[in-house]
C-alpha cells in the first residue's frame, strides 16, 4: 500500500499495537486477526525503528513471511527463500507476487496500525502454509 496523505492519514483509524522497542530487531511479532479464515498480520521491524505491516502469508506458497529472515528493507520466506519487500509487499524478481501491506505511524515510541488490517476489508481468505519441510508441491 502507498503511504497515506496527511489528510487520508488523519482521516484514518488507527490501533496502538505495542512499543516499538518490543519488537524484535531484524525480526517480526504477529497480531491475529478477529476474524477467523484471515491471515495474521506480521509486524516487521528492520534495523532501528523502520516498522511495517504485511499480511504473514508468502505470495508464492503460503509461507510464514514472520519465521523469515529480515535483512535491509527485505524478508526471506522461510520455505523457499523468496524475497519480499517490506514496504510494497512485492517479490524481489525474477520472482512474481504480492502480499498485501498497511499502513503504520510510529508515534512516541508506539506502533499505531491502520484499524483495516485487523477487519479484514480488503483481505482474500488464508491458504493453509506449506509445511516448514518446503515439501508441497
Ligand atoms: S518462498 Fe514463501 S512459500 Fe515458497
Redesign the pocket.
Known sequence: MRNPTKDQEMAMEWLDVGAVADLPELGARVIKRARPGLADVAIFRTQGETVYALEDR?P????PLSQGIVFGERVA?P????QIELASGTAVAPDEGTVKTWPLRVEGGRVLLAAEALSGEGAAPAVP??PMS?NCG
Open positions: 508468502c508464492h506458497k503460503g509461507g520466506c520455505l523457499h527463500n523468496w502454509a506449506c518446503g
